[in-house]
């Protein structure tokens, strides 16, 4: 089965930084993943890290160390519009099933 | 191509009723996925199919659930005999390869009264 933890909630200043830690325990590994989702709405694909290190995209970067069955997702610049529930999602071995954690709900304060 | 889409939108039914949702994919992709999410949750996967074929389905999906693709393209999901704890966000999602994630329909949200 699988297991992935992240923060609850986490509040930040517009323009500032925020890092949202996910850490995972799974039977078998082949991808890591980050969505964004607003309230009401679909979640959209952020990131994908299956090697170790640092995935940047513009404001956004995810960093993955298997070893430690670790990641995070670092919001650089941040925007109002970047208010969401951020989700971290593992794929198993399977090769197909991504499992999600529960969300980490990011407010951006002005 | 304009995504993946679910139909309808909203759907409030009374405990007991059928209901059908309906996804389709993005045209090239071969895998299909149905997600449900209930507030303050991740989405947990329900099923899973690749071109017509159901691969897997989740020990979350009881025999009042069934999901089809008959011809490989568009998908429905049918939960019979509604409870209240059905109430959720139904998402469908497709994708082409292992390589990418999944692109998520907008969900169609049950409330069962």
């Known amino acids: 089965g699988q297991n992935i933890d992240q923060p609850t909630e986490m509040t930040a200043t517009e323009g500032a930084i925020v890092q949202i830690n996910c850490t995972y325990q799974?039977?078998?590994?082949?991808?890591l993943f980050w969505y964004q989702q607003h309230a009401g709405e679909a979640p959209t694909f952020l990131s994908y890290?299956?090697?170790?290190g640092l995935e940047e995209k513009g404001r956004f970067s995810s960093f993955l160390s298997r070893s430690k069955g670790y990641s995070y997702l670092l919001l650089k610049e941040l925007q109002m519009k970047d208010s969401a529930s951020y989700l971290c999602?593992?794929?198993?071995?399977?090769?197909?099933?991504?499992?999600f954690g529960a969300g980490t709900t990011v407010t951006v304060r002005a | 191509d304009t995504g993946v889409s679910q139909d309808p939108r909203h759907k409030i039914t009374k405990r007991g009723q059928n209901v059908t949702f309906r996804c389709d994919p993005i045209?090239?992709?071969?895998?299909l996925y149905w997600y449900r999410q209930t507030l303050g949750q991740g989405p947990e996967f329900l099923t899973y199919?690749?071109?017509?074929?159901?691969?897997?389905k989740s020990r979350l999906l009881s025999d009042r659930f069934s999901a089809e693709r008959p011809k490989g393209s568009f998908s429905t999901l049918e939960i019979q005999r509604t409870e209240q704890g059905d109430s959720a966000m139904y998402l469908c999602?497709?994708?082409?390869?292992?390589?990418?994630?999944?692109?998520f329909g907008s969900g169609t949200r049950l409330t069962v009264v």
């Open positions: 999602a497709s994708s082409l390869n292992s390589d990418h994630g999944y692109t």
């Open positions: 799974t039977s078998g590994f082949n991808g």
């Open positions: 890290n299956v090697l170790d």
């Open positions: 999602a593992v794929r198993g071995s399977n090769d197909y099933k991504l499992s």
């Open positions: 045209s090239e992709h071969n895998r």
């Open positions: 199919f690749q071109n017509e074929a159901q691969l897997e």
